[in-house]
């Protein structure tokens, strides 16, 4: 999961920073949930793949 | 967002919520077990210990400093210093907020106590003022140095 949203997000070229500034949390908490030190709540995962216009299960489904 | 009035008392950002609720919880279970055991304890051994005044004052302090102290050192409370320029801008930031707040604290101390008229009188306002800024500005820097620290382990690779 953490992978796939740090790519995610560097794809859309983005920093940490940007990306939390957008979906209303601090830059630690997207490093928190790209590191796996953190489980978002739905409403944060769904701003993220908004914001990275991909699915949630682009972006945390496990396989 | 859940609804509560504790709303108004935390951070937008939701793992910085979650994390205090859970201090302030922590705070309140470990309360009621001491208080619990002080009910036993004063019952069983029948003694007469039984200062409201002073295990209110005991229980108000505790939850706040509880929480206080698990948020400083959480390294929760400067989430974008990353970079050591940052950390030193900060840092002296944090001497001017310690110095300014120090300020505010020796004025109401001055307006309550009074103008001294002897060299007692002023260290009775001056001792508390630097202990006030020394305590603020390592509290301060405990949690600047620990949200550094975290910052970086977060940092894109």
Redesign the interface.
Known sequence: MRNKLKIARVEKGLTQAQLASRVGATRQTIGLIEKGKYNPSLQLCINIAKELEKTLDDLFWEE | MIKSFLNFLLP?????RIRIVYFIAEAAVILAVVLLLYTLFTSWLDLQSRNGFVIAVFSFFFIMMYTFIRYIFSG?EH??V?SREQFVKKRIRILGNALGVGLVFFVLNLIFEGIPSNREEAMDIIGPTIFFIVFYLLFDYISLKR?YK??K????D
Request: hydrophobic share 25%; no cysteine; aromatic share 6%.
């Open positions: 937008d950002d939701e793992y910085k929760m989430t974008n990353v949200s975290k910052n382990e977060l940092l894109d």
